[in-house]
């Protein structure tokens, strides 16, 4: 049986483990956080070698040449080759901004919590 031209792009990127279920790939798509060469991509779009998708996973996006077809979830090697990775370097944790985490409901910020907020984001003179 001949390789397949063409494959949805929710189930290729689950095949390419991208995302863990098919579902959550479709999700993704639903949200508008595919883009299948520059455009918002629905689940059922077909993709094809060359194809670029941009993929927004956790806050980043992710860039993928498509270089092989697949249609079912297969071996880490494998779909490693049906994909080129174009993504950028992430930037060194030192230089992204930390935001303060506030514990699970401790409530509502305090004036001066705000105030210390606002400082750290450089909205507020010292």
Do not use: Y
Request: aromatic letters at 4%; a positive charge; one cysteine or more.
């Amino acid at each position: 049986m001949p390789a397949p031209d063409t494959a949805r792009i929710d189930a290729w990127l689950w095949a390419v483990r991208q995302f863990k279920t098919r579902s959550a790939a479709t999700a993704a798509c639903r949200a508008g956080h595919v883009r299948l060469n520059g455009e918002r991509a629905k689940a059922a779009q077909s993709v094809r070698a060359g194809d670029e998708i941009r993929v927004r996973i956790e806050g980043f996006d992710r860039i993928l040449v498509v270089r092989g077809i697949l249609v079912k979830r297969v071996s880490a090697p494998l779909a490693a080759a049906a994909l080129e990775d174009r993504t950028p370097p992430r930037p060194p944790r030192e230089l992204t901004a930390q935001l303060p985490v506030r514990d699970r409901g401790a409530g509502r910020p305090t004036k001066r919590d705000r105030r210390e907020l606002e400082r750290l984001r450089g909205e507020r003179p010292l």
